[in-house]
């Protein structure tokens, strides 16, 4: 059994370039929500964007991303979870699913100042470099914003956090 790193944080801190990296390091399975995503549900997006229509989505991607993770792990491989987990509850049920397994985790909190990751945003969606999936615009970056749960005290104490400024 294996190790499952979780990768967090904001908006454009550099979480999906910290874990592809991570996983090159390790020699470890890089899981992405956003290319589940985009590669399930992107050719079916609603216009305009629905919040809840997503969202449904992104709990099915999570749940067999979940049962593939344990498969990778109980098969001796590391998983990189590169799934946002904007939210704490989210960061614990998976930190909880993985304890239940017996898998030890490892979380990754990825930061950088809020202007710097706005720009990035902004600069990707120009770009379309290899961290684009879709069009993140300043409306959808700052609805985003509020809704990233900072880490607690329990989880800094145990995290790998990584300044990207």
């Known amino acids: 059994m294996s190790r499952i790193h979780i990768v967090f944080g904001p908006q454009g801190a550099g979480k999906s370039t910290y ?8 020699n470890a399975i ?7 995503m985009w590669q399930l549900y992107g050719p079916d997006l609603p216009r305009p964007l629905n919040l809840k229509w997503i969202m449904e989505r992104v ?12 498969k990778i792990s109980n098969s001796g ?13 989210k960061r614990e049920m998976f930190i909880s699913l993985a304890k239940e397994e017996g898998i030890p985790i490892q979380l990754h909190y990825i930061h950088a100042p809020r202007a710097i990751r706005r720009k990035r945003v902004l600069n990707r969606n120009k770009t379309k470099g290899e ?6 615009t300043p ?6 914003e509020g809704e990233f749960e900072k880490p607690i005290e329990q989880e800094i104490a145990y995290a790998t956090v990584v300044d990207t400024t």
Request: hydrophobic share 45%.
């Open 19 to 26: 874990a592809k990296n991570l996983s090159e390091e390790l």
């Open 59 to 70: 709990h099915r991607c999570e749940q067999q991303i979940w049962s593939v993770t344990k």
């Open 30 to 36: 890089h899981l992405s929500i956003d290319k589940w």
């Open 131 to 136: 961290n684009f999936s879709f069009e993140v």
């Open 77 to 89: 491989s590391a998983v990189i979870l590169d799934l946002g987990f904007t939210k704490l509850a």
């Open 139 to 144: 409306g959808m970056f700052d609805f985003m």
